[in-house]
Every structure is written in C-alpha cells, then in structure tokens.
C-alpha cells in the first residue's frame, strides 16, 4: 500500500454514525439494501459515461453487483463492477456528507429515538449503514478508466477515522467487505442473503449475483430480474416492488404515499413512474434542494434531479422519466430550452395534477395525509404555474369559520356548496395564526349572517391569494376590505335604525376625522360589527396588511398602509364616547378604539406604551 493516511471523518457523519447505529438497529437488514443500491446507481453512472467513452467498460460490458460470504472469516463483500471511485472520490464519498442542510437536521434530531429512526430514514442513510453490523469496513475501488496502480482502499471501524491508501486493482469497480459484529453471523446465511435480496432488489436493474459453490465450482446465480421496473408492464409489477423501487430512488425509508406508471406512445414515446411520498424530506424547504426526478433516455441512465420536468410547487414529486425521443447526449443547457423538455414538463405537471385529483376524491384520508405534508408547497402553485390554476385551487384545502378545527379540510368545493342565496364572492381572512384569524372582529358580520369565511395562517397564503381570482366563477373577496356587498349585507336588517342613528352620528364622525386627520384614510359608521367597537379595513385596491407584512419579512420597504377606520354606532361605548365633550377625554377614547382596531388587524402596535397609559387612564 502507498500514500497511506489516517483522515477524521466530518463531524457530521461522526454524529450520523452515532445515531444510525442506535436508530436503525431493528432493521439492521437494510445495509444490504443500501449497497445493492450504490451499485446500481454506479452501473447507471457507468453506462452513462461509456456513452462517450466506450473504454471505460474495458472489454467488459456486462455489469453486476455480487455478494458473498467468508463463514471462516465471518465476512461479507458486496463487489461491483460499475463506475467505482478515485481517491479524492472516496473521500469526498465515504468522509464527508455532501448533502445541504446536513448539519440543521442533525442538529432538530433530538432524544426520541424511535422518531429519530423515521427521521434519518428520510435523510437516507446509505453507505454508512455497513456499521450497523459490521465492526470494521473495508472498501477496495477503482474508478473505470483508471490504471490498474491507482486503485484505493479505505479502511474504518465507523468511530471518527478511517485510512486511507493507493493499492493496485485489476477489476474495475467497487468492492465492500464488512467484517461483522458478533452475533450477525444471519448474515452469512445464503437463504437469509437471498430472502434480504429478494425482498430489496427485484425492481434494480443491475444484475444481482449471489456466490454458489457447491462442488468447488464458484458459479455466480443471479437472484434477480435485473430488468428496469418502469419498463416491465404494470400488471407484473406488485406493490411491493413499487415501494421498494421508490426507497431506492428517493432514499427515503417509508412507503410512498401513491405512484402512477405509464407508458405513453403517440407524438412523444416515454415512461414515466411518479411516486407523492407519505412525509416531506428534510430539505424540502432548502434552497437548493435536489429534486427527486431522474431522467432516463432509452433505458439509460442520464442525470438526477432534473428540474426542467416539474414545477417547484411539486418538487416533493420522486421517480422518473425515461423518454426515447431526447438524444442520448442531451445536458441540463440543452434542456433549458427544449421544446419536448417544455412538452414533458406539461404532461407530467398534469399527470400529477390529475393523481392528486383523484386522490382527493377517492381517499380523503391519505389526501388529508398527503395535504398535511405537502399543502402548503402546493400553495405556491397559483403564483408558479397560472395555466394550472383551475386545477390546483381543486386541491387546496382550507380551515374555515364551519369547521371549528385548525385542520386544513375544506375544499372550495365543498365552500361554494354552502354559500347562502345572494352571495357571489368566496369570502377570506389571512391572519398570522388560526386563532388570530378565528377570532378577528371583521367575522363578526359573516358569523351573525351564517357566512363562511376561509381562515388563511400559513405564511405563504396572502401571497396564494393575490393569484387566485376565482373559482367556479365566484371571485374572492378579503373581509378585511371594504367592500359593497359587505356593506349592503350589514345595512340589510339595520337600515332604518342605522339612518336615524347615523345622523345623529355626523358630527361625532367629523370629530373623528379631525382627530386622527392623515393618518386614516377615512372614517365612516359600519354595521359590520356587533360586539366590537370599530376595525380598521382597507379599499380594495391597496396592499392588506398581511401582504404589507410579507414584503417586510423579506427586507422589502412597503408603504404605509392608510386603513378606513370604520366605528359600531350600535356599540354602548361607541355611543357614550359620541357624547363627550371634553377634548382631552374624548381623545383618548378614540385613540384606545383605534389602537384596539390596529392591533386586532396587525397583531402588534407602534407604540404600545402609549396604548397601555391611555387604556389605564381611562381605566
Ligand atoms: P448516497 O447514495 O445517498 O449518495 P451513500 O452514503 O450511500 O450516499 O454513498 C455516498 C456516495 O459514494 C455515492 O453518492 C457514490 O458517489 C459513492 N458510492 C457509494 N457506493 C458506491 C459504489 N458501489 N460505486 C461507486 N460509487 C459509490
């Protein structure tokens, strides 16, 4: 061995190791799964790059992946002869975790081990899951096209070092052997491994090979159907298979929540295979999260995480898309700008668009699931993709004023079905939180009238709303804007008693005006309200205050916003405080009240010292 050096793991796989081995030990088996995988993913790899290099295969085209065992040994060794790796590969490989956002959710993993177990499931725990059973791990690997002198090995026990060292490799490919704990000797087992096999790799595409060397002849018995799953047809493929398929691709430990698989033929011939997963991935929410869609072009593999085929609202979307039309030596720049891209791009958008439909209509279970996870990414849908509107505002799902419950169950459907004669708009009310929301005075009109209103707290929704204009032909309507139809309905039962009252009001209201001058918009009586005394509301032409909220959260300089102040003349207070001369008092009462209506709109105020001194003073 040459160039011989003892490295430090990264702190994070240290942590990782820590917490896989304690995490992961009730389903030890899985290491198995895992390097069956890399290897497949190392064949893809291969294939790809003999594309423009047919040395690499070095006369030797057929690939597999084979284990054996060494009973005497008590050792087990997975060997390929895919890709394989260089030096600085192994260590950027099996040293570090290039994922983004590794050390943030390492960091959220707390005590709770069954919980962390789920957790780093959904992380992917790949290679290093060897340590769950194997006390020491050597790696032997030589990148395809290497000199056979530049060969590498690798050598850890899982603890915070591993060694490192030039060897000479003849075969291509990678080659693992765990030397196992005691008391995994079930891995050793030839009925154990081909049960393990069976139940992972079916659907790999690699051949899977198991040693059988009985009579002293090695014979190496392929264990799978080596063929790729998406192409066999849908009938032969079990549902098992399916779930298996998609650990694989998305290295993710839980099922899928549901897939479609279809092979389309016509103008453009592809197959797509698309799972929705049951939980969202740690980095669903990092910038530059991969998305999990991988490309395949006749059956070859091409790249990962190709953007150009699904929206970002649906990049929670896993599978792939193996299409016989892009040429074999097509990159991401190609794509960019590729009318069939484009084409593809739509097809699977409604594909999925279509299995979440459905979804929601045959099982509102797993679509109450499904939302709960994935709800709010899908909000960001009408602001992305305007052609799809319609479609999306089908899948959203809303608390509202009927319901008496923070769940997000609510359907415009099932909304416009309980809207009252006469009413045209699709009421809504965005707030910083579900209680908030549910407890604004601006409700107090649609509870009197038996009016639902949707209840919108995630931070996304002001914005969802501002490109949602309909729905079946009902247009939305914010209950924090003025708004014609909300005054007439408030008028409807009062209009008498509200004229008589609104004259003797005139004044008062002028005194209003003068008080609190530019720094309203106007001031008028409202028949709105019933137990509070005024709210502040906007026109609807200007920005509300959630949306003013949404640009200062990213840094952006809103203008301020000029709100009607709008006063219950049925309210005992409102009344009183009508009647009082005396300035400075009558000052401080209209203050409070629109310190009140500001704070109920905004949920905080400028100068709330103020506020508390004067509510006191009157106190
Ligand atoms: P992941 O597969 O999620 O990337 P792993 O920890 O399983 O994470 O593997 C890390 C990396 O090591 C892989 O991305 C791959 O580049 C490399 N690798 C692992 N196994 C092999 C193999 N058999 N052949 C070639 N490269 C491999």
Avoid at 497 to 515: A, M
Wanted: glycine share 4%.
């Amino acid at each position: 061995m040459k160039k011989q050096e003892t490295l430090s793991f990264q702190s994070e796989v240290k942590q990782l190791l820590k917490l896989m081995i304690h995490s992961l030990y009730s389903n030890k088996e899985i290491f198995l799964r895992e390097l069956i995988s890399n290897a497949s993913d190392a064949a893809d790899k291969l294939r790809f790059s003999a594309l423009s290099n047919q040395e690499l295969y070095e006369n030797d085209a057929d690939l597999y992946v084979r284990i054996s065992v060494d009973k005497k040994n008590n050792t087990l060794t997975v060997s390929d002869n895919c890709i394989g790796m260089s030096r600085i590969e192994v260590i950027n490989n099996l040293g570090t975790i290039a994922k983004s956002g590794t050390k943030a959710f390492l960091e959220s993993l707390g005590s709770d081990l069954s919980k962390n177990n789920q957790m780093i499931g959904q992380f992917g725990v790949g290679f290093y899951s060897v340590f769950i059973v194997a006390e020491k791990v050597i790696v032997r690997s030589r990148a395809a096209g290497f000199p056979i002198n530049q060969g590498v090995f690798w050598e850890s026990s899982g603890e915070g070092e591993y060694t490192i060292a030039d060897i000479e490799k003849s075969s291509r490919g990678t080659e693992i052997i765990l030397y196992l704990r005691k008391n995994e000797e079930e891995f050793l087992d030839n009925w154990r491994l081909r049960s393990i096999i069976g139940k992972y790799s079916d659907h790999i595409s690699l051949s899977v090979e198991i040693k059988n060397d009985k009579d002293n002849n090695v014979i190496w018995e392929k264990v799978n159907q080596a063929k790729a799953l998406w192409t066999r047809s849908k009938s032969e493929i079990s549902e098992s298979e399916y779930i298996e398929f998609y650990k694989h691709i998305s290295h993710d430990n839980s099922s899928p929540l549901i897939w479609t698989h279809n092979h389309v033929e016509g103008k453009q011939e592809y197959i797509i295979l698309l799972f929705i997963p049951s939980k969202a991935s740690f980095d669903l929410w990092n910038r530059d999260q991969k998305h999990g869609l991988k490309l395949y072009v006749q059956r070859v593999y091409i790249m990962d995480d190709v953007k150009q085929f699904i929206p970002n609202y649906l990049r929670f979307v896993r599978g792939i898309i193996d299409c016989n039309d892009l040429p074999l030596n097509v990159s991401r720049e190609i794509l960019q700008d590729n009318l069939l891209a484009r084409n593809l791009r739509n097809a699977l958008t409604k594909r999925v668009l279509h299995l979440l439909d459905k979804l929601a209509k045959e099982d509102i279970e797993k679509y109450q699931v499904f939302w709960q996870q994935f709800g709010i990414v899908i909000k960001e849908g009408p602001a992305e993709d305007s052609s799809n509107n319609i479609f999306i505002s089908k899948l959203l799902r809303f608390t509202t004023t009927h319901t008496n419950s923070s769940i997000q169950n609510v359907s415009l459907k099932d909304y416009v079905s309980r809207m009252i004669e006469g009413q045209n708009k699709i009421f809504y009310i965005t707030a910083d939180s579900y209680t908030a929301a549910k407890s604004s005075p601006h409700l107090e009109l649609f509870n009197k009238k038996g009016i639902e209103v949707l209840l919108l707290s995630d931070r996304t929704d002001e914005w969802m709303m501002s490109y949602l204009s309909e729905f079946d032909g009902k247009k939305f309507q914010s209950i924090t804007k003025s708004d014609e139809l909300l005054d007439k309905l408030a008028n409807e039962d009062k209009k008498l008693e509200q004229e008589i009252i609104s004259k003797d009001l005139e004044d008062f209201v002028k005194r209003v005006k003068i008080l609190l001058a530019d720094r309203v918009k106007n001031v008028k009586l409202t028949n709105r309200l019933t137990d509070t005394p005024a709210i502040v509301t906007t026109d609807s032409n200007e920005m509300t205050t959630q949306m003013a909220k949404l640009f200062v959260a990213v840094g952006q300089n809103v203008p301020e916003i000029k709100y009607n102040f709008e006063l219950n003349p049925n309210h005992r207070l409102v009344q009183k405080v009508s009647k009082i001369v005396d300035k400075t008092l009558f000052s401080d009462w209209i203050e409070v009240f629109f310190g009140e209506a500001l704070l109920a709109e905004r949920g905080v105020l400028e100068d709330p010292n103020l506020f508390i001194q004067r509510l006191n003073k009157l106190f």
